[in-house]
């Protein structure tokens, strides 16, 4: 929807072809506000929220769809037109998994954590370029963020003029990236303080301040979904990611050992508590009610052996 030119494709009740054009960007509001009120779909992608507010001002009905949902019922190649037709004839499909229309709020409030994200990924480029143009110089500093922040400037000193000053601008422009991200975790988490869904979600072990907002923006009204799997058509895609800051802990090392049993809620166990994957090691904090414990269930991966022995043999 951020193109400069827009095919609409239109059909009425008895799926007769009334409406088939395309028009320039500036004409489509008011193409769209000469139609009597009717159900306009659209593929929920860039720009598709704010069209779909100013269109139910007009009175009309959208529908946002993800694109995969809407590829099935591409007849031929892959063009303006038939992708608008495409789209209507999904968008009166009635098992079709809509998109709930964003508000400018949940809107503004997903971009403060995606301008957050991309900051947080320059704060981590930057600090391994710093550790990279040491060791050009035979300086390696531990991998770790605080090392390196502690140990840039004193191996500096050794360095040629030019690299010093190069340096220096590296250490205070990660100085203005660590205050811009500080300046959005302070708003973000005004933000789920003035939130009464969020203060609700803060109520479950393992979602902070801005984990809880950036699933509020993410969802909006939970009600528009029949269960928790199907929420995640409310992202713009079945299988997309809700925002950075608050999807799920990575596969790492340090990632399993944030995570939390869920039978005792205690950060000792790594990944206790799973279908799959049981520890024999006792709870660190002594939990009386994990069911993982030590001596209570044997791991997954010692099952007893298995014999030969047929029916009635001793």
């Not at 239109?10 to 009120?37: H, I, N, S």
Request: proline fraction near 5%; charged fraction near 25%; glycine fraction near 8%.
């Amino acid at each position: 929807m951020a193109k400069r030119v827009f095919a609409l494709h239109g059909v009425d009740g008895a799926g007769r072809v009334g409406l088939r054009k395309t028009v320039r960007r500036e004409q489509l509001m008011q193409t769209v506000a000469a139609l009597p009120p009717c159900l306009i779909g659209m593929e929920a992608c860039s720009g598709a929220h704010e069209w779909a507010r100013r269109f139910q001002e007009l009175g009309h009905t959208v529908r946002l769809m993800a694109p995969v949902f809407v590829a099935p019922y591409r007849k031929s190649g892959k063009n303006d037109g038939n992708d608008a037709e495409a789209i209507c004839e999904a968008v009166s499909r009635p098992n079709m998994r809509f998109v709930p229309v964003k508000s400018a709020e949940q809107q503004a409030i997903l971009a403060l954590h995606r301008v957050r994200q991309g900051w947080i990924e320059e704060r981590t480029a930057t600090i391994n370029r710093i550790r990279a143009l040491l060791t050009e110089f035979g300086v390696v500093l531990p991998n770790r963020a605080q090392h390196v922040r502690r140990g840039a400037m004193a191996a500096a000193e050794a360095l040629p003029a030019l690299a010093r000053r190069a340096l220096e601008d590296l250490r205070s422009h990660l100085g203005t990236l660590d205050e811009r991200i500080g300046t959005y975790d302070r708003e973000l988490e005004a933000q789920a303080r003035a939130s009464k869904a969020a203060q609700r979600l803060m109520q479950i072990r393992g979602i902070g301040p801005i984990t809880a907002v950036a699933i509020v923006a993410t969802v909006g009204n939970a009600r528009d979904f029949e269960s928790g799997g199907s929420s995640q058509r409310g992202w713009g895609s079945p299988r997309a990611s809700i925002p950075p800051a608050a999807s799920d802990v990575s596969d790492t090392s340090a990632g399993a050992a944030m995570r939390t049993c869920v039978a005792c809620w205690c950060r000792a166990h790594a990944r206790c508590c799973t279908p799959r994957c049981v520890i024999a090691t006792a709870c660190r904090a002594g939990c009386a009610r994990c069911a993982h414990d030590a001596g209570i269930i044997k791991p997954w991966w010692r099952s007893p052996p298995r014999t030969r022995a047929s029916p009635g043999r001793s």
